[in-house]
């Protein structure tokens, strides 16, 4: 027994060995995960390692703007990339450290110097202001500043102290596993695996930092020189409006600290060819634009020349005036004087004046009054400098007809007073309505008005997007001349809030919904008055926003504030969808700015943000918009909006797919920027494999109000049924005017097409070469165009075109063309219709290449279900809703009874015609039959 004992002793000693050893070893070999501190730690040291650092990410520039940037910073300082704004603003950038270079397109001065921009666009700038550039901490950027901002050494990380870090969510950036960590202000994301590297960051600004020139890095450690970069004012800094500062070397007051970057961002090394290309490209640049001028002296001054205009009243058949210019600046003044009268241009003379100098001109007009008659008319003169005010002298002459005194401040403000062509543009569309007729009481306050709103926009960098607004669209809606003193008045002082709204109205009017921004908003035949953030008239919200750049308890508040403001009586007509948005800077210091929306309906509901689902008489939202900017799989931050119901934030089920897809068809209807990313103009997705937040992106269809529903919504009815395509060859046009009409049309199809394409492109990689491709669209464009909003009808058009011109005539002679009235949005109408030689009615679908037969929802007896054009369920859909409108348009209602007629006898025909695609020349189209019985 004692020998058996000793035995088992024996082998329980080795198995207690093995099984230390065994412990042992997966100690070696599993070494304790790191914790969230540890992992910040590791991935700051590696990044002070690094040669480089390339981004790829966005910021808020002075004036509230979101700024996209890619670009590579190396460690000496030099950097080299690209800016952009999602209005089309596109902008190379090339940092030596000797000076900077800026070259922007018209788009992205119209920002900074409105009045200059078409003279500075595709040009270097040298040492432009900070806030001209956007990136206000430019210089904090190199590898050991990034590092020294993530670690909380910088003066601006919380409290002055290293960062406190915790683990928020797995993830994965190009592939690899990684880790959100956060101390509650700061934000990175590290690889999951040695060596720990930062991937992604997000850094909040500091509202301490505002108004301060920008310092010097602090050199790397590795290196012996110090990067030494440009500094001007940032846009929130106090300055005389349109003041230029020139370019100085600041550095930062002894033992402090540079401010840290305000940047949401992904994050890489640069491998050695991109450093070598970056410093390449920099020194390209350079050295090609040796003698690139600053700002100051690049910006197209209007010369400071005085007009007096002496008349009398003038009885006899030729009527003379005096004009006197006077140059009052230290330059000379070189244009031409013009004056307007009646229709008349009685002087168009060029003139030098030297500085101090004055010349006098004489002009004579033809009387116009009746024999025996009185009639009062408004002479007027201006000293026109094409080199500013562009090279339109009719613009000139019709604001010089309105009443305009182009050689005065606009609004009182003297300083940055140039009237480029844009300025003028806008001039005109705001007084389009300014006639002979118009009383001098009303003319003098529209003038008057109108002067201000622009001087203000020019004044607060707002002037891009509401020049989209008012010159690129005809959607904005302002409400007699109380709605433009309104807008004098709101654009004296504008918030975030206000520009980020105004930039959403901007996209909205782009996409073809009626706005009305700045002013109240009253319903036709009534006298009730509405005034919000926002009137979406075409999709029937109101919209309060809010810009966040604060923290979490910052969102908090301004989404009780939006909600309280919804609840306000004035603000929302009847029947409209109450829309609180909170728009939060990709910079901002809450953890809320980096997050999904799964993480942010987890958070909204900690943060009891469903509590106002409850209000008297229902919930007090029908739709809550939260803008965020979550990493993309590469890392990249991705501008999100989410948007959630009362039924989603009281809800506790799982599966939040239903919502997902509701949530897609509100972003169809709502968020243009995002449709135009995923779908094409006749609602088809770009890509059928697209996915957001794990569900497909849907088909979509129209409903009754011409809004897009998911085609899943309603069971569908039978799709159309097509004979086999008849080809339509571009040479049986014939008549040469007609085939020169479609090849402009086809021409102008295809300039729209490449342009859309380069913008899709340049968003989804923004490199400098994109860049310029989409910049050299955007000309042309503007050159083919003008400022005709780029968007469906123009592809629209070459569809119904080649039917109208081409293959009606052409395979139905003799067919007679029927008028269609309009309605909304070309919404619940026929493309075109015809009475064919037998008596019969022809009912056209025209379509672009491109394009395809789509669905809706029915009228009448078929509204349960989905209709597609080309079916007799959508020509009862039609005629249905010609029906409904024949009380106010009795045309309407004829056509209805007649198509309705023809459709039970058999008399109906219904064919399909699509324009070919033959890039900038017209190649014809096809035509195929419609079975509708």
């Known amino acids: 027994m004692i020998k058996s004992s000793r035995w088992y002793w024996r082998w329980g000693v080795l198995a207690l060995v093995m099984v230390l050893v065994a412990g042992l070893m997966t100690f070696v070999l599993r070494p304790r995960e790191k914790t969230p501190t540890q992992l910040a730690s590791a991935a700051t040291e590696s990044l002070r390692a690094w040669r480089g650092v390339t981004y790829a990410g966005t910021t808020v520039n002075g004036n509230g703007a979101i700024i996209s940037f890619r670009l590579t910073v190396t460690r000496d300082g030099t950097a080299y990339g690209t800016l952009s704004r999602d209005s089309g603003a596109y902008a190379e950038l090339a940092v030596s450290p000797e000076r900077t270079l800026l070259r922007g397109n018209s788009q992205w001065w119209l920002e900074h110097e409105p009045g200059s921009a078409e003279a500075l666009a595709n040009t270097w700038v040298a040492d432009p202001p900070q806030g001209v550039i956007g990136l206000a901490e430019l210089s904090r950027m190199t590898p050991t500043a990034l590092a020294d901002a993530l670690s909380g050494k910088d003066s601006d990380g919380p409290s002055g102290r290293p960062s406190t870090w915790r683990r928020t969510v797995a993830t994965s950036v190009n592939g690899r596993p990684a880790k959100v960590l956060t101390d509650g202000t700061l934000r990175i994301v590290v690889s999951a695996s040695p060596p720990y590297q930062p991937l992604s960051v997000g850094l909040p600004g500091s509202a301490g930092s505002q108004g301060a020139a920008t310092p010097e890095p602090a050199p790397d450690a590795s290196d012996a020189r110090t990067a030494v970069f440009r500094s001007g004012p940032q846009d929130g800094a106090a300055r005389s409006v349109g003041q230029v500062q020139s370019a100085g070397h600041v550095t930062a007051a002894a033992g402090e600290p540079a401010p840290a970057p305000a940047l949401s961002s992904a994050v890489s090394e640069p491998d050695k060819a991109q450093v070598q290309s970056t410093t390449e490209n920099v020194r390209r640049v350079d050295t090609s634009h040796e003698q690139a001028e600053p700002l100051s002296q690049r910006v197209a001054a209007q010369t400071d020349v005085a007009v007096q205009l002496s008349t009398s009243f003038c009885s006899t058949p030729s009527c003379p005036a005096t004009v006197n210019v006077t140059n009052q600046g230290t330059a000379p003044a070189s244009g031409t004087v013009i004056v307007t009268v009646a ?40 000293f026109y400098e094409a080199s500013v005010m562009g090279d339109d002298p009719a613009l000139v002459k019709r604001l010089m007809g309105r009443g305009f005194k182009l050689n005065e401040p606009l609004g009182d403000q003297r300083a940055n007073d140039s009237k480029g062509k844009p300025v003028l543009q806008l001039l005109d569309a705001m007084t389009a309505d300014i006639g002979p007729r118009t009383s001098p009481e009303v003319r003098e306050s529209r003038l008057n008005n109108v002067g201000k709103t622009v001087a203000n926009l020019k004044q607060q960098g707002a002037f891009e997007p509401f020049y989209d607004l008012a010159v690129n669209t005809d959607n904005l809606s302002v409400a007699g001349e109380s709605g433009i003193t309104e807008l004098a008045a709101k654009t004296a002082r504008l918030s975030v809030s206000d520009r980020r709204t105004l930039q959403y109205a901007s996209d909205l009017a782009r996409a073809g919904s009626k706005v009305v921004w700045g002013s109240t908003y009253k319903p036709e035949g009534s006298t009730d008055g509405y005034k919000a953030d926002l009137q979406n008239l075409t999709g029937k919200q109101t919209i309060q926003r809010k810009a966040v750049s604060g923290g979490t308890d910052a969102v908090v508040n301004d989404f009780a504030a939006a909600i309280n403001e919804l609840s306000g009586t004035g603000v929302v007509p009847p029947g409209f969808d109450k829309v609180a948005w909170i728009d939060i800077d990709p910079n901002a210091s809450t953890v809320l700015a980096g997050s999904d929306r799964q993480a942010l309906v987890k958070e909204l509901r900690k943060l009891k943000l469903d509590k106002y689902c409850n209000g008297a008489g229902g919930p007090a939202f029908d739709a809550a918009v939260f803008t965020t900017y979550p990493p993309g799989s590469d890392g990249t931050p991705q501008r999100t909006n989410s948007v959630f119901t009362c039924n989603e934030l009281l809800s506790s089920a799982v599966d939040h797919r239903k919502y997902i897809q509701d949530e897609m068809v509100w972003k169809a209807n709502n968020d243009p920027v995002w449709y135009s990313a995923n779908y094409k103009i006749d609602g088809r997705r770009r890509s059928e494999t697209t996915t957001e937040n794990g569900v497909t992106l849907p088909k979509l269809a129209k409903d009754n109000e011409n809004h897009w529903i998911s085609k899943n919504k309603l069971p569908s009815a039978p799709g159309a049924k097509l004979s086999p395509a008849t080809s339509v060859d571009p040479g049986s046009v014939g008549d040469r005017k007609r085939s020169s009409l479609l090849n402009k049309i086809a021409d102008h199809r295809k300039t729209s097409v490449d342009l859309t394409n380069a913008e899709l492109k340049f968003k989804k990689n923004g490199t400098a070469a994109n860049g310029r491709t989409r910049d050299k669209a955007l000309q042309h464009y503007q050159k083919e165009l003008g400022v005709t909003p780029n968007n469906s009808r123009i592809s629209e058009r070459l569809g119904e075109s080649a039917a109208r011109y081409h293959v009606v005539p052409e395979k139905f002679r003799g067919a007679q063309w029927i008028p269609l009235p309009k309605t909304p949005n070309g919404a619940d109408a026929f493309d075109q219709l015809y009475r064919l030689k037998d ?4 009912i056209v679908e025209a379509k672009a290449p491109s394009s395809g037969l789509g669905w809706r929802q029915g009228k009448g007896r078929q509204k349960n279900k989905m209709v597609q054009q080309g079916t007799r369920e959508y020509v009862e859909t039609i005629i249905e809703a010609m029906k409904e409108r024949a009380a106010k348009s009795p045309r309407d209602g004829k056509l209805a009874h007649d198509l309705e007629k023809a459709l039970e006898q058999g008399e109906l025909r ?24």
């Open 910 to 933: 219904y064919v399909l015609v699509k324009a070919k695609d033959g890039g900038s020349s017209y190649a014809g189209a096809t035509l195929q039959e419609c079975v509708i019985y």
């Open 839 to 842: 008596g019969k009615l022809l």
């Open 343 to 382: 229709g008349q241009t009685p002087l168009n003379s060029p003139v030098s004046v030297p500085p101090g100098g004055n010349r006098t001109l004489t002009a004579t007009a033809t009387n116009t009054a009746p024999p025996g008659q009185t009639i009062q008319v408004n002479w007027s003169a201006v």
